[in-house]
């Protein structure tokens, strides 16, 4: 269906109602006029009123419900407890495992030439209260390997009391210099042990050298001084005291004894096939009243070299 324009409709009533009023007084024209007003007033009023909308139904927000986090479980820390250290097997003394150096071949310093091989042997006093049996070792522990193992079955079995030897097969460094290897004991439970009151390691000392012509010589001059008796005064006191002379190699040593009060013993030769160490002595008598001023003894050695070998100091008292 056509529609027909509200504005044309609207022109052509007032166009009537003018035509109409031609004929009639100042006020019906009057009226007329504002009727007609009045007509166009409400129809263009009710053109520019707008289209009702439906409203919109609002959503009413709803509350938003925050997932719940699970709580991680606490966990309490336990104190981190520092593992044991390892027990001398056969029990918890300290008296266990001890051991005493008795004696030992290839003395410090020996010479060497470049790539030999040569036995070292260690005799060993097993003074601790502890058997030791086949389940010990003997290990290196540091310095110079020398061509060893590190580890060594034990030679023999040792009760308290008892000396063995322990013996193992080294090989000289190709290199000219001096060198020298530390062992200690090891019991089953891992713990390691050396000898005398410092737990001192074991030890092999060797000078390696490709000289044609070697000098060999005394090393090394150790003393130690027994009293008899140990305690008191009695009419005598002997004092003996001992040497051990140690070379490098094959060598005769001329030497002899010096003391403090300007008396001296007569020279002797020592022979030496092979490094080795030789233990000499000489005895020092004080009779009872005899002056408590300290007193030494020394060895003087002639040849190969002319030197004093170092100072052993005593002192006479009645305490010993």
Same mark, same amino acid.
Request: with cysteine; hydrophobic share 35%; glycine share 8%.
């Given at each position: ?62 509350? *938003?419900?925050?997932?719940?986090? @699970?709580?991680? %479980?606490?966990? !309490?820390?336990?104190?981190? #407890?520092?593992? +044991?250290? $390892? &027990? ?62 590190? *580890?060594?079955?034990?030679?023999? @079995?040792?009760? %308290?009391?008892? !000396?063995?030897?322990?013996? #193992?097969?080294? +090989?000289? $460094? &190709? ?146």
């Amino acid at each position: 269906m056509t529609r027909v324009p509200i504005t044309l409709l609207l022109f052509t009533l007032i166009g009537v109602l003018l035509l109409a009023a031609c004929g009639t007084s100042d006020t019906d024209r009057a009226l007329v006029e504002t009727a007609v007003a009045q007509t166009v007033e409400a129809r263009l009023t009710q053109e520019a009123a707008p289209t009702p909308t439906q409203p919109v139904a609002s959503a009413t927000p709803t509350s *938003v419900v925050s997932p719940t986090l @699970p709580v991680p %479980p606490t966990v !309490t820390p336990t104190a981190t #407890i520092p593992p +044991t250290p $390892p &027990q001398p097997s056969g029990g918890a003394s300290a008296d266990c495992l001890r051991a005493n150096l008795i004696d030992e071949t290839v003395p410090d310093g020996t010479i060497v030439r470049p790539g030999e091989k040569f036995y070292k042997t260690w005799y060993v006093k097993n003074s601790g209260t502890c058997p030791w049996d086949s389940s010990y070792k003997f290990v290196f522990w540091s310095g110079d390997l020398m061509g060893g193992a590190y *580890v060594y079955d034990f030679p023999q @079995p040792a009760i %308290p009391g008892e !000396t063995i030897p322990i013996s #193992i097969e080294l +090989t000289a $460094p &190709q290199e000219n210099g001096s060198y020298r290897g530390y062992w200690r004991i090891q019991a089953p439970s891992g713990v390691t042990f050396g000898v005398g009151e410092y737990d001192e390691s074991l030890w092999v000392d060797i000078v390696v050298s490709d000289s044609e012509t070697i000098e060999y010589g005394v090393t090394s001059v150790t003393y130690t001084v027994v009293r008899d008796p140990a305690f008191g005064c009695p009419t005598n006191v002997r004092y003996t005291i001992y040497a051990t002379i140690t070379t490098n190699g094959p060598v005769d040593v001329t030497y002899r004894w010096i003391k403090s009060d300007d008396t001296e013993t007569k020279k002797k030769t020592l022979t030496f096939t092979e490094a080795d160490s030789q233990t000499v002595s000489v005895t020092w008598t004080l009779h009872l009243g005899a002056s408590t001023n300290p007193r030494w003894v020394a060895i003087y050695e002639f040849s190969p070299q002319q030197r004093e070998w170092g100072r052993q100091w005593f002192t006479y008292d009645c305490g010993g």
